[in-house]
């Protein structure tokens, strides 16, 4: 048991994946242990949301491996990978949008507790999986909006169902995609507070802009600029690093 | 069997295919550039062979029924844009399905109202009457050879329209990022009424030229247009390439598999059953031919856009 | 407590009027509108079939003509050689043929779901404007094989001499057919409601709202669809088999392009997606074939007319404009 706790949960090694000329991943090194949050940053187009869809299964790599509980993903698609364990969240929000948030949130415990080939009970009678969905909206505080359409949930609103959706997947590791994204002051704060607990859960791959919010909660953080990691530590360490100053928080602060 | 007939079926299957390309060239551009998927395509090959058939027998000449044909249907192409399928653009492909499928009812109603449930006959016209000599002492009908050149010299205009033209390289814009050519300041109302108007007269050209072959009738388009389909799914739809190659293979295919296929079956079953199996199979075999494709390439031989 | 919403209140309208129409037709002495009734439920039953593929999961076949024809062959040969008192099969094992309703609708279903069960392999592999044109081109490749296969009249098409058995009802008597077909109808409609609120349904309406968020959560949409695919040709084929029964003939124009037009046009002028939507789709349909068909012989063209109508105006079908905007929970 004690050696498990030293194995990373996910383990990317040489990871490579070009568009033509364009190398998006560059040998991509990066391993997330269980209880940590490791932030992925670096300005825009250096390739993060494309990493984050090589391990999600959306891309296949060029080449390099990818694995998750010491399992090799090669060929394994996008459900296979969530029903692994792998919990993500997208960068622009990916709802089953004529679905209310309860309803949204049921997809994800249905297909946790089982399979979906069940042709004649009714969801809303399944007890089950309304109260089961009913908890995890809670968690996020989406509880009074639970049979509003998505499609009417403000942008802050359908950030927290998308938390929720992978929350309710009780995965054994987060894949989060800029959550902060278009949330605001006060929101980044609550959602800052609320994924520092979740480390507890499952460990979080955590890919943001917002600045504040990395460096309140990243165990260590990894700095991607074209494609390449070049830089790996922890907090203090990569605000000390000076190619980091120069090739991404310059670019930030100016 | 002798190689003369082997070249003669393969001569065959290529103005097949040629055919085939003239209409899948309209429907794989009309669907590159706006997105739209048009089963009325056939109508538009159907009023250029009447159109054709029409006026070659008012005024004599077949030429002139070729002009009346692109000019028809081009008309024809133009009126639709216009009236309906400018606002099926922005709909999803149900809707422009179910659309132009009233669109296909509507003509062919009106069509069989204006000229009769019975098919009109085209002739040949004198010019391009009895056959070729061929290198190799082959006998090919001059009608159907200048129908291959048609057709080549229509894919070579194309692609010199395209890589060449300003309309080309609007087109090319338009099929890549439709917002960037309306900030360009074209006029994209009148770029998609070109484009429309354009494959609507390739169709209605092989319409006329098909008319001379086989007889005009109503529902004559369908068919085709089934088969153009067939075609641009396997060359990759938005690929005017995709669909030259996919027409010819189509043509080819389809051609030989009819007179090939009896034949091996004759080989270990008596002559009648041999006949119905193998023509019965050699009706499937190009919807073989594309399931084949899609395994390996489910967005066709060239798919368009990566 | 039963709340009854305002489209279930129409849909149970709608089910007592159509049941109402034989009975009202023999007491007008006008037993033709009885056959009409009956093809107006037979058709229903085509587009019960297509709107699940089609309304719930999204899916927009344009072959669904093939399980049609399907269906009617299944009844057709299997009669053709019962009255023939010749086996299908003589060698390794003696097949018969049989003029039991119930044993043609199964092999209707059996045929029809393998069929699907392989078109939706391969065109499910593909969307959009691709598997529309896939789904075109595999039942056109059955319609040609039934046009130049010459065992079974070709392009002729086969005659059943007489409608086929069903123990304890005399599937002659007009009425009596016709209520094999509503009930079956009834049956379908109910079927394709319990699988819209079930676990499948909502995986289903969830991989036509975002495939990508299924995935996600965890259920591969290739499956999901696939069943539904195999399950609406199902359906489909066997409204196919009591429209062979119904018009004692089948012939390759069941498995022509047009007729998976028509299908379409049943779920989109009810309403896309709507319980009820293809049976007021096929009554419309069926009503303007008789109202402008009796006017003109160019009655498709104003048929044409109004599904342009509908397409660019009211994209809610009739269902839509009557009980408005469909709502999830």
Known sequence: MTDQATQPVLEISELYKSFGALKATDGVNLTLYPGEIHALIGPNGAGKSTLIRQISGEYPPDSGTIRFLGQDLAGLGVADRAQLGLGRTFQVSSLALEFSALRNVMLAVQAKSGSSFRFFKPVMKDRDLVDGAMKMLEKVGLQDRAHIPAAELSHGERRQLEIALALALKPKAFLLDEPMAGMGPEGSKTLTGFLGGLRDQAPILLVEHDMDAVFALADRISVLVYGRVVATGTVDEIRGNRIVREAYLGEETS | MTSALIIEQLLNGLQFGVMLFLMAAGLTLVFGVMGLINL?????????????????????????????SLAASAAAGALVEVTVIR?????????????????ILIFSEGTRYLFGSFPLFLNVPDMLAGPISLPGGLQYPLYRFAIIVVGA??????????????????????????????????????????????????????????????????????????????????????????????????????????????????????NAQATSIGSALASMSIYILMALVLVVKPKGLFPANG | MVRLSKENGLNCVLALALLAAPFVATALDEPFYITLATRVAILAIAGVGLNLALGLGGLVSFGHAAFFGLGGYAAGILASHALNYEPILSSPFELNGTTQMLVIWFVALLVSGLAALLIGFFSLRTSGVYFIMITLAFAQMIYYFAISWPAYGGEDGLSIYVRNVLPGVNTMDPISFFMIAFVLLMLVILFSSMIKNSRFGAALQAARQNDERLATVGIHPFGIRLTTFVISAMITALSGALFADLNRFVSPDMLAWHMSGEIMVFVILGGVGRLFGPVVGAALFILIESVFGGISEYWMFYLGLVLLGVVLYARGGVIGFLAGKEKHD
């Open chain 2, 87 to 103: 606002r099926l653009y922005n709909r999803d492909h149900l809707d422009q399905v179910l659309a132009t499928f009233a669109l």
């Open chain 2, 153 to 270: 010299l229509v894919a070579f205009g194309l692609y010199l329209l395209i890589s060449r033209t300003r309309l080309g390289i609007r087109i090319r814009a338009g099929e890549s990022d439709r917002a960037m050519i309306a900030a360009l300041g074209i006029d994209i109302r009148l770029l998609y009424t070109i484009v429309f108007a354009l494959g609507a007269a390739l169709a209605g050209l092989a319409g006329a030229l098909v008319g001379a072959i086989q007889s005009v009738q109503v529902g004559m388009g369908e068919p085709v247009l089934i088969l153009a389909f067939v075609v641009i799914v396997i060359g990759g739809i938005g690929s005017i390439k995709g669909a030259l190659v996919g027409a010819v293979l189509v043509g080819v295919v389809d051609t030989l598999g009819r007179f090939l296929l009896p034949q091996f079956f004759q080989l270990f079953m008596d």
């Open chain 2, 40 to 68: 009325a395509h056939g109508s538009l090959y159907m009023v250029g062979a009447f159109a054709c058939a029409a006026v070659a027998s008012y005024t004599g000449s077949f030429w002139l029924g070729v002009v009346a």
